[in-house]
Each structure stands twice: as structure tokens, then as C-alpha cells.
T-cell receptor, first 118, second 114 residues
Framework: KAGVTQTPRYLIKTRGQQVTLSCSPI?????VSWYQQTPGQGLQFLFE???????NKGNFPGRFSGRQFSNSRSEMNVSTLELGDSALYLC?????????????????FGPGTRLTVL | SQQGEEDPQALSIQEGENATMNCSYK?????LQWYRQNSGRGLVHLIL?????REKHSGRLRVTLDTSKKSSSLLITASRAADTASYFC??????????????FGKGTKLSVKP
């Protein structure tokens, strides 16, 4: 079974630009979560999508947004980039059955997208 | 805010020795997961332990969970140079209905010298 894939792997942008990152979950996984990892703040939750709906959102400004498609693939977008947005962006997928609050499912992570904002 | 806090922050051992990392968290949880990350790459899932479990094994890994002390430990036995990585514990937020939101500690950086 193929793992979680993320594209692109590396990205360099300048302040003020916007960026879109893509994540394809493991086949059969319907939940996709996004995380930001920086040396200073560590790993922080951005948002989770399930069945094309945002289910949870972390404490990030509105410049960070995302969406999920019917095939469970997800994208996240960051507008008006700031230097502090430089980070490793990780997505994770997990099985999540419709209508069930499952507390025991593992999240499997992709290799990440390394975003550098100049 | 950080839920889990790993201890120690850094650990250096020789190949063949055992490595123990600890994690403490603040609120009640449904489960706790351990991950490994090699230098700036993605996270590799190691093991998940449920709140009603006390110990779990996977190969050379042994995880314990003490919900009364809100702590967990990860033991890697007979360590190898390839185990060199950062190790993170992650908990769910603990409130009902949310399983997509993992809260991570800052990690333990393990260095295994050949």
C-alpha cells in the first residue's frame, strides 16, 4: 500500500506570495490532518479534513486555509506569506469511519513539504 | 500549547545499549502515540497505546503508559546506529469527537554511536 505523498517536497517563495501544498492520503483513509513544524514552535496542528469538511482547526491565522476533495486528497494554501511561515509542512492521514468518533486510529505522515520564505 | 513534554531533550548512547525516553502530558487522553523523525523528514509511526492499556511491545520497542501520573515511556532495546533520530510523543486532545488533532511534545533527540 502506498504511503502518504506530499507535493512539492521543496518550495521557495518570497514574502507576500501565496503557496498551495498538496497531500494524497493512504488509499482508504478519509481523514487528512495538516501540521506545521518549526524549530521554535515544534509540531503544531493546523487543521483536519474529513469527507471534504474541516473538522478541527488549530490556532493559526486565516491566511492558512485548506480543502479536501471527494477522493480525499487535500490541499492547503497559505496566502500573503511571511518569513515566519518558513517551516516543514506535514500532512497525516488516518482511517475515520463516517459518524464515528474514533479515538484509537494511528495517523500516518507524509515526507513533508519544506517551505522557505525569503 | 504543548501537551506532551519529552525527557530528556537529548540522549547519546552506544550501539547495543538501551534507550529510554519519557513523555509527560497534562490533560486526560484517549491514546498516546510515539513517532520517529529522521533529520527534517516525515514522521514514522512507531506505536499507539490506548488509555486503558499499560504496556505495549513492537519488536525492540516497549511503551508503557501510566495515566495516573500522566506519563509514558518508550524503551528501545539493543539500539542501533539506524535508531538515531528524534522521537516524539503525541496525544489526542482528549475531548470528545476529535481524533484529527494530535498534540506533540518537543521531542527527544537520540544519538546512537557505533
Amino acid at each position: 500500500k502506498a504511503g502518504v505523498t506530499q507535493t512539492p517536497r521543496y518550495l521557495i517563495k518570497t514574502r507576500g506570495q501565496q503557496v498551495t501544498l498538496s497531500c494524497s492520503p493512504i488509499s482508504g483513509h478519509r481523514s487528512v490532518s495538516w501540521y506545521q513544524q518549526t524549530p521554535g514552535q515544534g509540531l503544531q496542528f493546523l487543521f483536519e479534513y474529513f469527507s471534504e469538511t474541516q473538522r478541527n482547526k488549530g490556532n493559526f491565522p486565516g491566511r492558512f486555509s485548506g480543502r479536501q476533495f471527494s477522493n480525499s486528497r487535500s490541499e492547503m494554501n497559505v496566502s500573503t506569506l511571511e518569513l515566519g511561515d518558513s517551516a516543514l509542512y506535514l500532512c497525516a492521514s488516518s482511517r475515520r469511519l463516517a459518524g464515528a468518533n474514533l479515538f484509537y486510529n494511528e495517523q500516518f505522515f507524509g515526507p513533508g513539504t519544506r517551505l522557505t520564505v525569503l | 500549547s504543548q501537551q506532551g513534554e519529552e525527557d530528556p531533550q537529548a540522549l547519546s548512547i552506544q550501539e547495543g545499549e538501551n534507550a529510554t525516553m519519557n513523555c509527560s502530558y497534562k490533560t486526560s487522553i484517549n491514546n498516546l502515540q510515539w513517532y520517529r523523525q529522521n533529520s527534517g523528514r516525515g514522521l514514522v509511526h512507531l506505536i499507539l497505546i490506548r488509555s486503558n492499556e499499560r504496556e505495549k511491545h513492537s519488536g525492540r520497542l516497549r511503551v508503557t503508559l501510566d495515566t495516573s501520573k500522566k506519563s509514558s515511556s518508550l524503551l528501545i532495546t539493543a539500539s542501533r546506529a539506524a535508531d538515531t533520530a528524534s522521537y516524539f510523543c503525541a496525544t489526542d486532545a482528549g475531548y470528545g469527537g476529535s481524533q484529527g488533532n494530535l498534540i506533540f511534545g518537543k521531542g527527544t533527540k537520540l544519538s546512537v554511536k557505533p
